[in-house]
T-cell receptor, first 111, second 112 residues
Framework: AQSVTQPDIHITVSEGASLELRCNYS??????LFWYVQSPGQGLQLLLK??????LVQGIKGFEAEFKRSQSSFNLRKPSVHWSDAAEYFC?????????FGKGTRLSVIA | NAGVTQTPKFQVLKTGQSMTLQCAQD?????MSWYRQDPGMGLRLIHY???????DQGEVPNGYNVSRSTTEDFPLRLLSAAPSQTSVYFC???????????FGQGTRLTVV
């Protein structure tokens, strides 16, 4: 069965600092990977997705993620965090079943 | 372009009451799913459907029923609400397993 692990429950970064959120997945075949963001009280917004091809994918709001098959990872990065990036971030994987989500990483941004 | 619409946005139920959470999509997507979100647990799949007339159980199906009579609608029924069903519920739709899923804004349900 597929699964997703987000090792960091909560991360705090300073505004302007770089960010990396970790995601490890378990799936027997070629995975389709996603990062979603959820602002407080809101629904989920897709940041980026990986289906195939270039392992470095660009998303919205200046985010990018790198697929590393050898490490079963799909880490999310941003070079300079803005206060508005404070939210909860979910990594998800699918193959031939509905999305399976990690438990999320809550990002706090301090001045 | 409405996307995925969930109603109601908020609901308070008493233990033992029944209710239906509504979900409708206008994108002609074949696949629809229901998730519940609890603190520290991420989103967990309750039920899903791969087309009209076809439904299947997810990770946490107990206490919930679904049906899919049309492509557009995928209601979630709580037959006898329990406090453990207090959660935020999200409906999602997509056009295939390897495509982006679109989510509704969620229903916050409290069972007292």
């Amino acid at each position: 069965a597929q699964s997703v692990t987000q090792p960091d429950i909560h991360i705090t970064v300073s505004e302007g600092a770089s960010l990396e959120l970790r995601c490890n997945y378990s799936y027997g075949a070629t995975p389709y990977l996603f990062w979603y963001v959820q602002s407080p009280g809101q629904g989920l917004q897709l940041l980026l997705k990986y289906f195939s091809g270039d392992t470095l994918v660009q998303g919205i709001k200046g985010f990018e993620a790198e697929f590393k098959r050898s490490q079963s990872s799909f880490n999310l990065r941003k070079p300079s965090v803005h206060w508005s990036d404070a939210a909860e971030y979910f990594c998800a994987v699918t193959g031939n079943t509905p999305l399976v989500f990690g438990k999320g990483t809550r990002l706090s941004v301090i001045a | 372009n409405a996307g995925v619409t969930q109603t109601p946005k908020f609901q308070v139920l008493k233990t033992g009451q029944s209710m239906t959470l509504q979900c409708a999509q206008d994108m002609n997507h074949e696949y629809m799913s229901w998730y519940r979100q609890d603190p520290g647990m991420g989103l967990r799949l309750i039920h899903y459907s791969v087309g009209a007339g076809i439904t299947d159980q997810g990770e946490v199906p107990n206490g919930y029923n679904v049906s899919r009579s049309t492509t557009e609608d995928f209601p979630l029924r709580l037959l006898s609400a329990a406090p453990s069903q207090t959660s935020v519920y999200f409906c999602a739709s997509d056009s295939g397993r390897n495509t982006e899923a679109f989510f509704g804004q969620g229903t916050r349900l409290t069972v007292v």
